[in-house]
């Protein structure tokens, strides 16, 4: 059975950082690439950072400078170090496991960014 737990979500200030973690099971880790989505209110799904298998570490533009995603494969953990975090970067943040055959999502974790 296959399971992406994410957690590190919560509510902070702008300005401030959190890190999100995203630990998988039942899958070979280090045969998928790896990638954060993020959900806001009335908006579709999009990418905020991928590490794929063997390419280039890609993130949003909104998002470049400020966060850094990182992958453990001994932890089988994927990471979204968040930094001066904007009220614009609230949403559900997802973990995403894909290979050129599958794909599988996380419950998501809410990032919520106010003063």
């Known amino acids: 059975q296959v399971q992406l737990v994410e957690s590190g979500g919560g509510l902070v200030q702008p300005g401030e950082s959190l890190r999100l973690s995203c630990a998988a099971s039942?899958?070979?880790?280090?045969?998928?690439?790896m990638g954060w989505y993020r959900q806001a209110p009335g908006k579709q799904r999009e990418l905020v950072a991928i590490?794929?298998?063997?390419?280039?570490?890609d993130y949003a533009d909104s998002v470049k400078g400020r966060f850094t995603i990182s992958r453990d494969n001994a932890k089988n953990t994927v990471y979204l170090q968040m930094n001066s975090l904007k009220p614009e970067d609230t949403a559900v943040y997802y973990c995403?496991?894909?290979?050129?055959?599958?794909?599988?999502w996380g419950q998501g974790t809410q990032v919520t960014v106010s003063s």
């Open positions: 590490t794929p298998l063997g390419g280039n570490i």
């Open positions: 995403n496991a894909k290979n050129q055959f599958l794909g599988y």
């Open positions: 039942g899958i070979s880790f280090r045969l998928y690439s």
